[in-house]
T-cell receptor
Framework: SAVISQKPSRDICQRGTSLTIQCQVDSQVTMMFWYRQQPGQSLTLIATANQGSEATYESGFVIDKFPISRPNLTFSTLTVSNMSPEDSSIYLC???????????FGPGTRLTVL | AQSVAQPEDQVNVAEGNPLTVKCTYSVSGNPYLFWYVQYPNRGLQFLLKYITGDNLVKGSYGFEAEFNKSQTSFHLKKPSALVSDSALYFCAVRPYSGSARQLTFGSGTQLTVLP
């Protein structure tokens, strides 16, 4: 199993600003995923980040709003840009090694936008 | 496209009683099925999965789940609930022929075990 840490664990931000969330994995992984969990709702995949290639975004999410970096096999960042109160959510980093394997999740970053 | 339904937003059970958290799915072809648990202010923790083989799968913390292909269900069960089992539970599905990114989650069921 993979152990995943995220920074920050929570933040309160002003409208119009940006926040970068860091995700660190204790082992090298090919695929990293970023999810959003809006209050009282389920998880929605934002994008898949593979090292050495551009992130793949799901419908409804765009790179300008959620730029992602994946500089190596153990680290990724997600930036939430030009934030609005609607971006208030928990953002979760995850890894997975294949379609039949479980994914492992970080503890999440709880973002509140005022 | 695949989907997961967790028909109960909230399940309450007395400590020591058996618990069931329901999940039904829709997917093209055979499914990979997963259960996760989320404790307050923590990320999701993997409980168990069904890939193939025996329809009854056992997982962490005494939980088990039964895959029923005819009913397209994958209900989570535990013979004797503990207060510490109180948490948010998510069922998830991925198609057999899909990619790792195609993991779809249900809406979640809040389980409360009453002392």
């Amino acid at each position: 199993s993979a152990v995943i840490s995220q920074k920050p664990s929570r933040d309160i931000c002003q409208r119009g600003t940006s926040l970068t969330i860091q995700c660190q994995v204790d082992s090298q992984v090919t695929m990293m995923f970023w999810y959003r969990q809006q209050p009282g709702q389920s998880l929605t995949l934002i994008a898949t980040a593979n090292q050495g290639s551009e992130a793949t975004y799901e419908s409804g999410f765009v790179i300008d709003k959620f730029p992602i970096s994946r500089p190596n096999l153990t680290f990724s960042t997600l930036t939430v840009s030009n934030m609005s109160p609607e971006d208030s959510s928990i953002y979760l980093c995850s890894t997975g090694s294949g379609p039949y394997n479980e994914q492992f999740f970080g503890p999440g970053t709880r973002l509140t936008v005022l | 496209a695949q989907s997961v339904a967790q028909p109960e937003d909230q399940v309450n059970v007395a400590e020591g009683n058996p618990l069931t958290v329901k999940c039904t799915y829709s997917v093209s072809g055979n499914p990979y099925l997963f259960w996760y648990v989320q404790y307050p202010n923590r990320g999701l923790q993997f409980l168990l999965k069904y890939i193939t083989g025996d329809n009854l799968v056992k997982g962490s913390y005494g939980f088990e789940a039964e895959f029923n292909k005819s009913q397209t269900s994958f209900h989570l069960k535990k013979p004797s609930a503990l207060v510490s089992d109180s948490a948010l539970y998510f069922c998830a599905v991925r198609p057999y022929s899909g990619s790792a990114r195609q993991l779809t989650f249900g809406s979640g069921t809040q389980l409360t075990v009453l002392p």
